[in-house]
């Protein structure tokens, strides 16, 4: 139980374009979904909270016009880039939350692997 | 505020020798901890939890951890290594959101 799908695990795109990556709980209903980012040889930097059918939190610093988040459902979050350049490559993981006493037991997608040429 | 410090980036050890991997927290909230681990590309996967109840926590592959309030540690053991071990590990407290450490590579020699 308490799986977690992320799609696309890779993309590619040129600069410019917008890419969409979706994150599911697959078989339980998420309270929370976050989005992470990482760095090469560095750790999960957290970008933004979201809460079905309300609007995401951003983490500061993070840009939120260039990264998307929409949370249309409870199983059900997806991240957009915006305008992808070269310095949004990356590898960003989604996690989905249960609320587990008075903390959040978060499970975390494969992530997805960003290129941006 | 929580925060999270792993002591060494790179471990090294051969296989079959004590694997030991260093988690200090700051919290000033009874802390929730984790481990957990990440393989090349892959995301992160849970190794065990300390929540409440028992110190020693044990989680699976063989790893366990102790909390210890008054050294706020939360180090990774396992008595010996695999080569299937080497990977990333990362500790990270959890009050509304995770918090990680900058991760330590463990490298396993033949």
Not at chain 1, 6 to 26: A, D, M
Not at chain 1, 64 to 85: G, M, P, R, W, Y
Not at chain 2, 79 to 84: D, G, R, V, W, Y
Request: positive net charge; charged residues 15%; aromatic residues 12%.
């Amino acid at each position: 139980g308490a799986v977690v799908s992320q799609h696309p695990s890779r993309v590619i795109c040129k600069s410019g374009t917008s890419v969409k990556i979706e994150c599911r709980s697959l078989d339980f209903q998420a309270t929370t979904m976050f989005w992470y980012r990482q760095f090469p040889k560095k750790s999960l930097m957290l970008m933004a909270t979201s809460n079905e059918g309300s609007k995401a939190t951003y983490e500061q610093g993070v840009e939120k016009d260039k990264f998307l988040i929409n949370h249309a459902s409870l199983t059900l979050s997806t991240l957009t880039v915006t305008s992808a350049h070269p310095e949004d490559s990356s590898f960003y993981i989604c996690s989905a939350s249960i609320l587990a006493g008075r903390y959040n037991e978060q499970f975390f997608g494969p992530g997805t692997r960003l290129t941006v040429l | 505020a929580q925060s999270v410090t792993q002591l060494g980036s790179h471990v090294s050890v051969s296989e079959g020798a004590l694997v030991l991997l260093r988690c200090n927290y700051s919290s000033s909230v009874p802390p929730y901890l984790f481990w957990y681990v990440q393989y090349p590309n892959q995301g992160l996967q849970l190794l065990l939890k300390y929540t409440t109840g028992a110190t020693l926590v044990k989680g699976i592959n063989g790893f366990e951890a102790e909390f210890k309030k008054s050294e706020t540690s939360f180090h990774l053991t396992k008595p010996s290594a695999h080569m299937s071990d080497a990977a990333e590990y990362f500790c990270a407290v959890n009050f509304n959101k995770f918090y990680f450490g900058s991760g330590t590579k463990l490298n396993v020699k033949p």
